[in-house]
């Protein structure tokens, strides 16, 4: 429990600092508990906060995972990133990356990553926006097992975004990250329902697949999540 409640600490003290009125944030909490033949507890947090200028915007992230069992954890993970984007354009920016995460069961202690690219709008109306990122850069990585690596990474990413109505709101993400020693790819699909005011309900369903990971660990995982958003 301790745990559980220190991940939510650390994702609420997060969107804190970004409160400011030239900042959107927003605050994800999911919990789940169950008692009887089974127990377990599981909180996922997420945190995300962006200012949007004229000519630059600053998207800034933070997710944690933990869950529990009656005698043990059996899932913990903590990522963090922030990305700058130079507009050079209607439709083009430039934007760099700097991103950190854990997951000692899915095979690393850290992993933290530095990539430069170009992103653009493919689409962007009032109900939808799709754009697209490619870029490059390197990534360091210790794996549960002291092995250590440091290569040349290549990265790609694309968000949609759908309106569906006043209070309902779609969005896929996809993204790809890796070189020699792997690539690590993500899919995430919600739907974002507001209840009332800044408060909404979000349900998704996440994919990670790692192409290299040590042996006895598995390479796709897989989270499907219910949680309330609080919007600032």
């Known amino acids: 429990m301790k745990k559980i409640l220190a991940a939510a600490l650390m994702v609420t003290g997060f969107v804190s600092l970004a409160t400011a009125a030239e900042w959107k944030s927003n605050l994800e909490l999911g919990y789940v508990q169950t008692s009887g033949n089974t127990e377990t507890s599981s909180m996922n947090t997420k945190g995300k906060a962006i200012r949007d200028g004229e000519t630059w915007r600053t998207t800034v992230q933070a997710s944690a995972l933990n869950a529990t069992d009656a005698k043990r954890t059996i899932a913990e993970k903590y990522a963090i990133s922030a990305q700058e984007d130079w507009k050079i354009s209607e439709s083009g920016f430039l934007f760099g990356r700097i991103a950190f995460d854990t997951d000692r069961f899915g095979g690393f202690k850290k992993r933290t990553s530095e990539t430069l690219g170009y992103g653009f709008d493919i689409l962007?109306?009032?109900?939808?926006?799709?754009?697209?990122?490619?870029?490059?850069?390197?990534?360091?990585?210790?794996?549960?097992?002291?092995?250590?690596?440091?290569?040349?990474?290549?990265?790609?990413?694309?968000?949609?975004?759908?309106?569906?109505?006043?209070?309902?709101?779609?969005?896929?993400?996809?993204?790809?990250?890796?070189?020699?020693?792997?690539?690590?790819?993500?899919?995430?699909?919600?739907?974002?329902?507001?209840?009332?005011?800044?408060?909404?309900?979000?349900?998704?369903?996440?994919?990670?697949?790692?192409?290299?990971?040590?042996?006895?660990?598995?390479?796709?995982n897989k989270e499907l999540s219910a949680s309330l958003v609080f919007s600032y």
Request: aromatic share 8%; no cysteine.
């Open 124 to 220: 962007k109306t009032d109900e939808r926006q799709w754009n697209a990122e490619i870029g490059g850069g390197a990534r360091q990585t210790e794996l549960t097992t002291g092995e250590k690596t440091s290569n040349v990474v290549v990265r790609a990413a694309t968000f949609y975004n759908w309106k569906i109505s006043k209070t309902a709101t779609f969005s896929q993400e996809l993204k790809s990250e890796g070189g020699k020693d792997g690539y690590v790819s993500n899919s995430v699909t919600s739907l974002l329902n507001q209840v009332s005011g800044n408060l909404s309900s979000k349900v998704s369903y996440a994919v990670q697949h790692t192409s290299k990971v040590p042996v006895g660990t598995k390479k796709l």
